[in-house]
């Protein structure tokens, strides 16, 4: 299996800025793309922003703006630079990595555990 670690969390108040990491274990063969995703209390988990092995960024609406995906492909890691931060920003962050692990295999999808981010007012 493929264990993302997270790291980064934590609180902030708002108006602040935090940094999200998520890193991979080097031995994949390819990573076709790696994003984050939230989820906070009686909502459903969003799209925050993903970054394809190619560079290209998408980000949620509702981060547009304020948030930054980046990654560094020597590392196998993906960041979430969050500025401007506010209350509604408070949620679980989650990594996502679709990657093939091995020649030949399918492309899966890998979730790391989670990382708490608490904007307070």
């Known amino acids: 299996q493929v264990q993302l670690v997270e790291s980064g969390g934590g609180l902030v108040q708002a108006g602040g800025s935090l940094r999200l990491s998520c890193a991979a274990p080097?031995?994949?063969?390819?990573?076709?793309?790696m994003g984050w995703y939230r989820q906070a209390p009686g909502n459903q988990r969003e799209v925050v922003a993903a970054?394809?092995?190619?560079?290209?960024?998408d980000y949620g609406d509702s981060v547009k703006g304020r948030f930054t995906i980046s990654k560094d492909n020597a590392k196998n890691t993906v960041y979430l630079q969050m500025n401007s931060l506010n209350p509604e920003d408070t949620a679980v962050y989650y990594c996502?990595?679709?990657?093939?692990?091995?020649?030949?295999?399918?492309?899966?999808?890998?979730w790391g555990q989670g990382t708490q981010v608490t904007v307070s007012s």
């Open positions: 970054i394809t092995h190619g560079g290209d960024t």
């Open positions: 996502n990595v679709n990657a093939f692990l091995a020649v030949g295999s399918l492309a899966k999808e890998y």
């Open positions: 080097g031995n994949i063969f390819r990573i076709n793309r």
